[in-house]
C-alpha cells in the first residue's frame, strides 16, 4: 500500500537538507555566466516563463535557440497567418541583428543572464543532496530520455522562497566580479548590475559531471536536470566514447561496448583485455545506489550540484551584458516560410 507523505512533512526534510548543506558546504567557486531565454504572456506583470533552458554558453546561442523556437512555432504551431507573419518578422530580426528582446504573436521573448557557481568545502565540491530527486528505478538505456532543465519553470520574484532559500538569495545579493584576472568592463558591468538590478532569483540546481584536477574541477558534460542524468553521461562515456576515443573499440560498433547489457550488466566478461577496466568501472558505476565518485584510469569523476543566480530589476530578469562574449555573429538557420506555413525555395 502507498503511503502518502504530508507535504509539510517532505518540505520539512528538505529544508533540514538544506541547512545541512549550507553548514558543510560554504565556498563560493564561480564558473562564469549561462544564457537562456525567458517569455512573458500578455497582462503577466512580473512573471517569466523559462522556454530555453538557462544553460548556454553565450547570448548567440540562446538567440539562435529563441530563432528555432519561433520558426517551429510559425511552421507548426499556428494556422492563423497574422500570428505566423508575426512570428516570423521575429525570426527575420533574429537573423540579421543580435538582439536580446523580441516581441510576436503578444509574447514577449527576453534572451537572460544567470551566474553559474558551486559550492565547495573540506571534503570537496558539494555533491547531490539526498532529498534531490532521484529515479525509484535508476535506467541506464541509451534511449531513456532524461528531464530538461529549467522544464516548466516559472520566474517569480513574489513566490514564496523557504528560509534557507531566501538565506542564499540575501547572502548573493552582492556578488560581483572582483579581482584582476577580470578585464576591467567586466568588473565595472557586474558593479553595475548590483544597481540596475537588485534582486535575485536561483534557478533550480542542476547537476554536472566534472574531473577533479589540482587547481579545481573540470566539467566533462553540459547541466543535468538530474544526479542520475549526470551518472548516465558518466557511463556513456566509460560504455561508448572513451574506448572508442582510445581505438579500443571501432567507431562504427553500433551499441555501447558493442554488447552493453550483456558486458556490463550481465556476467560474461569483456571480450578483451583492453575493454575489461571499461567494463568494470561501468559495473562500479551502475552496481552502487547513489554512485557519486568514481576513479578510473588515475582520474577522479563526481557528480557535483551546480547552481545558477539571476539578477532582477524594475523591468525583469537581466539580459546579457556588453561584456559577454560572441565567437560567432546571427545568420540565418532555417529555409524560409510563407504565410501559410509552407517551405519555400532558398533564395
Known amino acids: 500500500m502507498a503511503v502518502r507523505v504530508p507535504v509539510e512533512l517532505v518540505e520539512a526534510v528538505v529544508e533540514a537538507d538544506a541547512s545541512d548543506a549550507a553548514a558543510r558546504y560554504s565556498d563560493l567557486a564561480l564558473r562564469g555566466p549561462r544564457f537562456g531565454v525567458v517569455a512573458q504572456a500578455p497582462g503577466e506583470l512580473s512573471r517569466w516563463q523559462v522556454v530555453v533552458a538557462v544553460t548556454d554558453g553565450a547570448p548567440q546561442m540562446a538567440r539562435d535557440n529563441l530563432n528555432s523556437l519561433l520558426w517551429f512555432r510559425a ?23 543580435p538582439v536580446d528582446e523580441v516581441a510576436a504573436a503578444g509574447t514577449r521573448y527576453r534572451i537572460v543572464r544567470a551566474e553559474e557557481y558551486t559550492v565547495t568545502g573540506p571534503f570537496g565540491m558539494e555533491p547531490p543532496r539526498p532529498t534531490d530527486p532521484e529515479p525509484l528505478v535508476p535506467s541506464w538505456a541509451m534511449s531513456e530520455r532524461e528531464p530538461r532543465v529549467d522544464d516548466g519553470v516559472v520566474l517569480d520574484p513574489d513566490a514564496p522562497v523557504t528560509p534557507t532559500q531566501a538565506a542564499e538569495r540575501l547572502a548573493m545579493l552582492d556578488l560581483h566580479y572582483t579581482g584582476d584576472r577580470f578585464p576591467a568592463p567586466v568588473r565595472e558591468e557586474s558593479r553595475r548590475a ?154
Open 75 to 97: 511552421k507548426d504551431e499556428t494556422e492563423d497567418r497574422e500570428e505566423r507573419r508575426s512570428l516570423l518578422a521575429a525570426v527575420a530580426r533574429l537573423e540579421r541583428e
Open 194 to 347: 548590483l544597481d540596475t538590478h537588485p534582486d535575485v532569483l536561483l534557478l533550480p540546481a542542476t547537476f554536472t559531471l566534472v574531473e577533479r584536477t589540482d587547481s579545481g574541477w573540470r566539467p566533462i558534460s553540459g547541466p543535468h536536470a538530474t544526479a542520475h542524468a549526470a551518472r548516465r553521461s558518466l557511463d556513456f562515456a566509460l560504455t561508448w566514447t572513451w574506448p572508442r576515443k582510445q581505438g579500443v573499440l571501432p567507431a562504427d560498433a553500433s551499441a555501447p561496448l558493442g554488447f552493453s547489457a550483456v558486458a556490463v550488466d550481465g556476467d560474461r566478461d569483456a571480450s578483451t583485455p583492453e575493454l575489461a577496466p571499461y567494463v568494470e568501472a561501468a559495473r562500479e558505476l551502475r552496481g552502487g545506489r547513489l554512485v557519486n565518485r568514481l576513479e578510473f584510469q588515475g582520474a577522479l569523476y563526481e557528480i557535483g550540484r551546480t547552481r545558477r543566480l539571476l539578477r532582477w530589476g524594475p523591468d525583469g530578469p537581466e539580459g546579457p551584458r556588453p561584456s559577454d562574449v560572441d565567437e560567432y555573429e546571427p545568420t540565418r538557420m532555417h529555409p524560409p516560410l510563407s504565410e501559410d506555413g509552407v517551405i519555400l525555395p532558398e533564395d
